[in-house]
C-alpha cells in the first residue's frame, strides 16, 4: 500500500484556505497512486490558535463532511487532525476517511501534551484499531506515539501500521530524529509521522515528518519546509530483523 504524508504550516484559523490545501494536496497524493494521506494535528482550525474551544466542530460537522468530500473527489484517504466538539467537552481527535470518502476510524488523544492541551481538551479512553485496506491499523496524535506502552498494546493487537498526526514544535527535534524511528524498531510497526512546518504563534515547528518502516528505518523524511512524501508500506519483512520484544521481555 503505498502512503503519502503533508507537511504544510498551520492555516492558523483560516479553515477555508486550509481546506482548499488539503484538497490540493490529497489530488497530488492520489496522482502518485497513495491511498491514505496523514496531515498535521488539529490541522482544522490549526493547532496553536487561542480560540479552539469555541471554534472546535462535532464529528461529522461542517469540516469533516467537507473533507469526506475532497478524499471521495481525489480517490485518495485522509487522516485529519481536528477540534472535536461533543457537547461541553472538546477532543483533541483524528478521523480517518477512505478513497470514497466513508469514515474508517476516529479517535480522541490520550496522552495531552502541557498544561495547555490539558486546559482545551478532555483525554481519550480507547485505541482505534481498524482495517485499511487488507492491513491493521491504528491512528495515534502527536504525543502518543512517544508512550511505548501504547506502541506495545497496539502491536500485541497486531498492529501493523500507526497513521499519527502531530505538532511537534522547538526544541523537540529528538522525536524526528529519534523517538519515532525507536518505536517503530522496537514494535515491528511501520509509522507515518506528519508534521508542521513554520511558525504558528509563538510556536516553531520543527517539521521533520517521516515514514519509518517496521526496521526503525525512515522510508522517507521531510527537512524544515512545506513537504508531500510518498513511501509504498513494505509488505516482505525479514523476520531475523524484527524485534521480539513482544516475546522475549521478562517482567520481573
Same mark, same amino acid.
Given at each position: 500500500?503505498?502512503?503519502?504524508?503533508?507537511?504544510?504550516?498551520?492555516?492558523?484559523?483560516?479553515?477555508?484556505?486550509?481546506?482548499?490545501?488539503?484538497?490540493?494536496?490529497?489530488?497530488?497524493?492520489?496522482?502518485?497512486?497513495?491511498?491514505?494521506?496523514?496531515?498535521?494535528?488539529?490541522?482544522?482550525?490549526?493547532?496553536?490558535?487561542?480560540?479552539?474551544?469555541?471554534?472546535?466542530?462535532?464529528?461529522?460537522?461542517?469540516?469533516?463532511?467537507?473533507?469526506?468530500?475532497?478524499?471521495?473527489? @481525489?480517490?485518495? %484517504?485522509?487522516?485529519?487532525? !481536528? $477540534?472535536?466538539? #461533543?457537547? *461541553?467537552? =472538546?477532543?483533541? &481527535?483524528?478521523?480517518?476517511?477512505?478513497?470514497?470518502?466513508?469514515?474508517?476510524?476516529?479517535?480522541?488523544?490520550?496522552?495531552?501534551?502541557?498544561?495547555?492541551?490539558? @486546559?482545551?481538551? %478532555?483525554?481519550?479512553?480507547? !485505541? $482505534?484499531?481498524? #482495517?485499511? *485496506?487488507? =492491513?491493521?491499523? &491504528?491512528?495515534?496524535?502527536?504525543?502518543?506515539?512517544?508512550?511505548?506502552?501504547?506502541?506495545?498494546?497496539?502491536?500485541?493487537?497486531?498492529?501493523?501500521?500507526?497513521?499519527?498526526?502531530?505538532?511537534?514544535?522547538?526544541?523537540?527535534?529528538?522525536?524526528?530524529?529519534?523517538? =519515532?524511528?525507536?518505536?517503530?524498531?522496537?514494535?515491528?510497526?511501520?509509522?507515518?509521522?506528519?508534521?508542521?512546518?513554520?511558525?504558528?504563534?509563538?510556536?516553531?515547528?520543527?517539521?521533520?515528518?517521516?515514514?519509518?518502516?517496521?526496521?526503525?528505518?525512515?522510508?522517507?523524511?521531510?527537512?524544515?519546509?512545506?513537504?508531500?512524501?510518498?513511501?509504498?508500506?513494505?509488505?516482505?519483512?525479514?523476520?531475523?530483523?524484527?524485534?521480539?520484544?513482544?516475546?522475549?521481555?521478562?517482567?520481573?
Amino acid at each position: 500500500m503505498r502512503l503519502a504524508l503533508w507537511q504544510t504550516p498551520s492555516p492558523a484559523g483560516d479553515v477555508e484556505t486550509g481546506l482548499a490545501e488539503l484538497g490540493a494536496a490529497l489530488r497530488a497524493a492520489a496522482a502518485q497512486g497513495a491511498r491514505m494521506l496523514v496531515v498535521p494535528e488539529v490541522l482544522l482550525p490549526g493547532y496553536n490558535q487561542d480560540d479552539i474551544a469555541s471554534l472546535a466542530q462535532p464529528r461529522g460537522g461542517a469540516w469533516t463532511t467537507a473533507v469526506a468530500d475532497l478524499c471521495a473527489t @481525489a480517490g485518495c %484517504g485522509v487522516t485529519l487532525g !481536528y $477540534a472535536e466538539r #461533543d457537547g *461541553e467537552r =472538546v477532543f483533541n &481527535a483524528a478521523i480517518a476517511f477512505d478513497g470514497a470518502g466513508a469514515e474508517v476510524a476516529h479517535y480522541r488523544k490520550i496522552q495531552l501534551y502541557g498544561p495547555r492541551e490539558k @486546559a482545551i481538551y %478532555g483525554p481519550g479512553e480507547a !485505541y $482505534a484499531v481498524f #482495517d485499511l *485496506e487488507g =492491513v491493521k491499523a &491504528a491512528l495515534l496524535i502527536c504525543y502518543d506515539v512517544e508512550f511505548a506502552p501504547h506502541i506495545a498494546a497496539l502491536a500485541a493487537q497486531g498492529v501493523q501500521l500507526i497513521l499519527c498526526p502531530t505538532a511537534n514544535m522547538m526544541p523537540f527535534t529528538h522525536v524526528v530524529r529519534y523517538t =519515532v524511528s525507536a518505536m517503530a524498531a522496537n514494535h515491528g510497526v511501520t509509522i507515518v509521522y506528519a508534521n508542521y512546518c513554520g511558525v504558528e504563534g509563538d510556536l516553531t515547528y520543527v517539521g521533520g515528518s517521516l515514514i519509518a518502516d517496521p526496521y526503525g528505518e525512515p522510508l522517507v523524511q521531510a527537512g524544515t519546509g512545506p513537504a508531500l512524501l510518498v513511501a509504498d508500506m513494505p509488505s516482505l519483512l525479514d523476520p531475523y530483523r524484527l524485534s521480539t520484544q513482544g516475546t522475549d521481555f521478562r517482567k520481573i
